[in-house]
């Protein structure tokens, strides 16, 4: 057919390359996108079909469609804002809309060369495709020299349909060799309102995406459900094997309300699977996930934190009235918004009152256990009333341990009861003499509880943290060379990430050219020469690059991106070059305030530039702040310290002083 151009979009190369190419790194995230924008079109079903063969991704829904007007106006106008054009809730089902910023569908390019848009509405029948290589030959780095982008005009007679809109993705970037497997769980765990009751189906291939696709409710030991009776209900009854379900009122926080759950499982290793990390509490909003995990935003290590899982859903975050507080990604929330922070600031005692309730049930549990020996039970029954209890403390610890043969744990309770008899018959103190540091089995005949063990124990690591931060703070008083504060982050990463004690692979002072030799030939000079001051894994599977300035140091925003991208960009090549699907985290330490920070919003620009590469930049002031405060507010809270911390710190006080 005649060929009229009669699409047109206008973008930059920056918001092409910022929000486009790089906004996503996986499939499931780019589709999550285009389904939020057919639950925004009033869609009642969404099919989404794989074709690994033909390399061909097709998402097609019974939404609204668009006629010609809307397609230009709306979906070519990259960052158009429909909640300020009146359009905040859809007409038919009277639905809070998911999108606001208008370049989800610049995802697509992320994992597609080639977008068609196939779309009906109204009588009008449209269908255009859209090319990387077309936009980059029609825009250019130089605004004056750019001209609107004209999508290829296709057949009407494709559009095969009379109302809705359907995505055909072609050249696809990434292999679509284990994306069929693992996407119905994964995009399961990103929609809260999908199902027929919500009027809105997900279909991949010819199967329906439910609840039950998310695969972890089932695992869950005890659950507490926040809302009424009724929203509560239908969660705990998904928990088929819980044996502790409790209803809480939904909390109110920042003037609105926080809904879902969070659980626990009976054995932590139950949380580990090689696609996703669900030791995790995500996010929703407006029924999409906005937050993959707000543990991660707590410096918390107990061993209780291993066992959480959850979801909660906070609408108020997305107020059509106030700021947007979602990063570009919308996979983040900016954290320092005060009603992120309010929220933050309830969890964080939220799984304090959980971790007692879980430690409760626990006790019970191992109670119950324990007495399964007729042994164990007649010598638990001549005990009084405070020593019962420690008994059951004590049992309950025991039952906490992952055990590989169930008889390891039927020792365990029979050598408690000899700890037990121990601790109330000798003099600890004695034993305190013969202890040596590896014989952490003979720790707990020294306590007079497991808690008063675990107390101390992480007394002594909060006080250790103290003085490295003390350090790292002498450091940057002192303008300390580069490589002495890389050292010191390297070796406590824990002030960068409160999970760094399960980070892997990493690498300090490493030239890209030798540490991803397999692509070396499609470096540039300039990238394979550069070094990395320090790379990690996490075990969510996030590849982290961190960047150190002098404190003395000055620098602004594009000078540290382009830097930083060649690093980012090495790894990205590496992690395609064999097979992998990772995300890629930047984090740049800094001094002093980026020189384009002292502009009008220059720190909010800043900031949405580097957050759309999913890059950070953090001062030593605010990291050492933060670290600091996090232990110091456990240490000014134990108004007495216990009986074996007294002990620990004049042992140490001596020592010293020796």
């Known amino acids: 057919?005649?060929?009229?151009?009669?699409?047109?979009?206008?973008?930059?190369?920056?918001?092409?390359?910022?929000?486009?190419?790089?906004?996503?790194?996986?499939?499931?995230?780019?589709?999550?996108?285009?389904?939020?924008?057919?639950?925004?079109?009033?869609?009642?079903?969404?099919?989404?079909?794989?074709?690994?063969?033909?390399?061909?991704?097709?998402?097609?829904?019974?939404?609204?469609?668009?006629?010609?007007?809307?397609?230009?106006?709306?979906?070519?106008?990259?960052?158009?804002?429909r909640r300020r054009d009146e359009r905040a809730v859809t007409l038919k089902f009277d639905r809070p809309v998911m999108g606001r910023k208008g370049i989800g569908k610049l995802s697509l390019f992320s994992i597609a060369e080639t977008v068609e848009v196939h779309t009906a509405r109204e009588g009008e029948k449209h269908a255009l495709r859209m090319t990387i290589d077309g936009i980059r030959a029609a825009i250019s780095d130089n605004p004056e020299q750019s001209r609107p982008y004209r999508p290829e005009v296709l057949d009407p007679s494709l559009v095969d349909f009379d109302q809705?809109?359907?995505?055909?993705?072609?050249?696809?970037?990434?292999?679509?060799?284990?994306?069929?497997?693992?996407?119905?769980?994964?995009?399961?765990?990103?929609?809260?309102?999908?199902?027929?009751?919500?009027?809105?189906?997900l279909f991949i291939g010819d199967r329906e995406v439910s609840f039950a696709d998310r695969d972890y409710f089932h695992k869950l030991q005890y659950v507490w459900a926040y809302g009424s009776a009724e929203e509560a209900e239908e969660t705990l009854d998904r928990c088929s094997n819980a044996t502790e379900k409790v209803n809480i009122p939904a909390p109110e926080i920042a003037g609105g309300v926080v809904t879902g759950w969070i659980g626990?499982?009976?054995?932590?290793?139950?949380?580990?699977?090689?696609?996703?990390?669900?030791?995790?509490?995500?996010?929703?909003?407006?029924?999409?996930?906005?937050?993959?995990?707000?543990?991660?935003?707590?410096?918390?290590?107990?061993?209780?934190?291993?066992?959480?899982?959850?979801e909660l859903h906070a609408d108020f975050l997305d107020d059509d009235a106030l700021d947007d507080i979602a990063t570009s990604s919308r996979q983040r929330i900016i954290e320092d918004d005060p009603r992120f922070q309010d929220l933050l600031s309830w969890l964080q005692k939220e799984i304090t009152?959980?971790?007692?309730?879980?430690?409760?049930?626990?006790?019970?549990?191992?109670?119950?256990?324990?007495?399964?020996?007729?042994?164990?039970?007649?010598?638990?029954?001549?005990?009084?009333?405070?020593?019962?209890?420690?008994?059951?403390?004590?049992?309950?610890?025991?039952?906490?341990?992952?055990?590989?043969d169930e008889r390891q744990r039927e020792e365990l309770f029979a050598h408690a009861v000899l700890a037990f008899e121990t601790l109330r018959y000798r003099d600890n103190l004695?034993?305190?003499?013969?202890?040596?540091?590896?014989?952490?089995?003979?720790?707990?005949?020294?306590?007079?509880?497991?808690?008063?063990?675990?107390?101390?124990?992480?007394?002594?690591?909060?006080?250790?943290?103290?003085?490295?931060?003390?350090?790292?703070?002498?450091h940057v008083d002192e303008n300390a060379l580069e490589r002495i504060l890389q050292e010191h982050l390297f070796e406590h990463l824990w002030l960068l990430d409160p999970s760094?004690?399960?980070?892997?692979?990493?690498?300090?002072?490493?030239?890209?050219?030798?540490?991803?030799?397999?692509?070396?030939?499609?470096l540039t000079a300039e990238e394979a020469?550069?070094?990395?001051?320090?790379?990690?894994?996490?075990?969510?599977?996030?590849?982290?690059?961190?960047?150190?300035?002098?404190?003395?140091?000055?620098?602004?925003?594009?000078?540290?991106?382009?830097q930083v991208d060649k690093y980012r960009n090495a790894i990205l090549r590496y992690l395609q070059d064999i097979g992998k699907d990772e995300p890629v985290e930047v984090v740049c330490v800094v001094g002093r305030d980026l020189r384009d920070w002292a502009n009008i919003r220059g720190k909010e620009e800043s900031r949405n530039l580097l957050s759309a590469k999913n890059i950070r930049v953090v001062k030593y002031e605010q990291l050492l702040a933060d670290a600091y405060a996090g232990y110091r507010e456990y240490l000014d809270g134990q108004d007495e310290l216990g009986r074996i911390r007294k002990i620990l710190d004049s042992i140490a006080s001596d020592s010293d002083d020796a």
Not at 282 to 306: I, Q, T
């Open 353 to 404: 009152r959980i971790g007692s309730g879980w430690t409760d049930f626990r006790n019970a549990a191992g109670t119950k256990a324990a007495l399964e020996n007729d042994l164990i039970k007649d010598w638990f029954l001549t005990l009084g009333g405070d020593s019962r209890k420690k008994a059951q403390r004590l049992f309950g610890k025991i039952n906490q341990l992952t055990m590989d």
């Open 500 to 522: 760094w004690e399960r980070a892997t692979d990493r690498t300090m002072e490493e030239r890209i050219s030798s540490g991803f030799a397999s692509i070396t030939s499609q």
């Open 529 to 562: 020469a550069s070094r990395l001051d320090i790379r990690y894994k996490r075990v969510t599977g996030t590849n982290v690059i961190v960047e150190l300035k002098r404190h003395s140091v000055i620098t602004d925003t594009m000078t540290l991106a382009a």
């Open 164 to 201: 809705g809109t359907r995505i055909v993705l072609t050249n696809l970037k990434k292999s679509l060799a284990n994306v069929n497997a693992g996407l119905r769980k994964r995009l399961a765990r990103r929609f809260s309102v999908i199902g027929a009751e919500y009027s809105f189906r």
């Open 430 to 474: 004695d034993a305190l003499e013969d202890l040596e540091p590896r014989d952490i089995a003979m720790v707990s005949t020294l306590f007079r509880t497991i808690e008063d063990l675990e107390a101390a124990l992480y007394h002594q690591i909060v006080v250790q943290r103290l003085r490295v931060i003390d350090k790292l703070r002498s």
């Open 264 to 310: 626990t499982v009976e054995h932590s290793g139950a949380l580990k699977e090689a696609e996703d990390n669900l030791n995790s509490i995500s996010l929703m909003v407006r029924g999409k996930l906005a937050h993959e995990d707000l543990l991660e935003e707590f410096n918390e290590g107990k061993v209780f934190r291993a066992y959480l899982i959850g």
């Open 1 to 81: 057919m005649g060929d009229d151009r009669i699409y047109q979009m206008t973008i930059s190369l920056n918001v092409l390359n910022h929000l486009g190419l790089n906004l996503y790194s996986n499939v499931p995230a780019v589709l999550s996108e285009v389904v939020a924008n057919a639950y925004d079109a009033d869609a009642q079903e969404v099919y989404i079909t794989i074709d690994p063969v033909g390399r061909q991704i097709v998402i097609k829904d019974d939404g609204e469609g668009m006629t010609l007007d809307h397609i230009n106006e709306r979906y070519l106008n990259v960052g158009y804002e």
